[in-house]
């Protein structure tokens, strides 16, 4: 098995070295095909083993659906550990002038890169070479669970300086929805964050399509406990009738 991916592997750069279409950096002089393989996934595990997290978070992102629930919204987010505040700045692109506020504890932020990152415990990986992706050199692998899951990844660019992944391609599925996706990260400062997804889903005989962009990161040392204190409703009291 090992031997034929390899093949596969050799196979596959061949064919981008010679395509007139791709432009593929060579690789470094005595280093082949299997051993760069080996290389970048000794560093892709060391590299997702040392990643440094933010102790807090503020960022905004804005989501855009179509299909099954249209909408189009930009929210601010503020988090710090499993804790999360949710603010709602822009609904049906009107911008409200009091945000809409939601806060909640004990949620892992799923769009983290070490929550989607294929492991090589999980995947089968195979080289398929070396390209530009995103303006950043980076090495595609091919990639195919060991065992089934309602999310899978099926490709991934591994970028050639952090060695953490800056393209992944996916696929989930649920009793009533199956849909493929695209989610790329990059840099903020030290951190690797989420920079936009996409995602074509199919819900019977309905299509739907969804679209974030992530935006305006920081990372201050530690939020404010009022940051996290349930908001205040702002619906108008009635008195009861004496």
Do not use: N
Not at 44 to 53: E, G, N, P, Q, V
Not at 76 to 82: A, D, K, T, V
Not at 113 to 141: H, M
């Amino acid at each position: 098995m090992k031997r034929l991916l390899v093949r596969v592997a050799v196979a596959v750069l061949a064919f981008w070295t010679c395509s007139a279409q791709a432009t593929v950096p060579t690789l470094p002089p005595g280093l082949t095909t299997p051993s760069l393989s080996a290389t970048v996934m000794e560093r892709y595990a060391d590299a997702l083993a040392k990643l440094d997290r933010p102790k807090a978070m503020i960022f905004e992102y804005s989501v855009e659906q179509s299909g099954l629930h249209p909408l189009e919204e930009t929210h601010r987010i503020y988090r710090s550990g499993l804790r999360e505040r949710d603010e709602t700045l822009i609904a049906d692109g009107i911008s409200l002038k009091v945000p809409a506020v939601r806060v909640v504890s004990h949620r892992a932020y799923k769009y983290d890169v070490l929550a989607l990152a294929p492991k090589p415990a999980d995947y089968v990986f195979v080289y398929t070479g070396k390209r530009i992706a995103l303006g950043r050199t980076v090495f595609a692998f091919r990639t195919t669970a060991v065992a089934a899951a309602a999310f899978a990844t099926s490709d991934v660019l591994i970028d050639a300086e952090r060695y953490l992944p800056l393209v992944i391609t996916f696929s989930s599925a649920s009793a009533t929805l199956k849909g493929k996706g695209r989610i790329t990260f990059g840099p903020s400062r030290r951190y690797w964050v989420a920079r936009e997804v996409s995602v074509s889903a199919r819900a019977g005989k309905t299509d739907a399509r969804e679209r974030i962009r992530w935006s305006r990161y920081r990372f201050p040392d530690a939020l404010p406990e009022a940051t996290f204190a349930q908001p205040r409703s702002l619906a108008t009291e009635v008195p009861l009738a004496p």
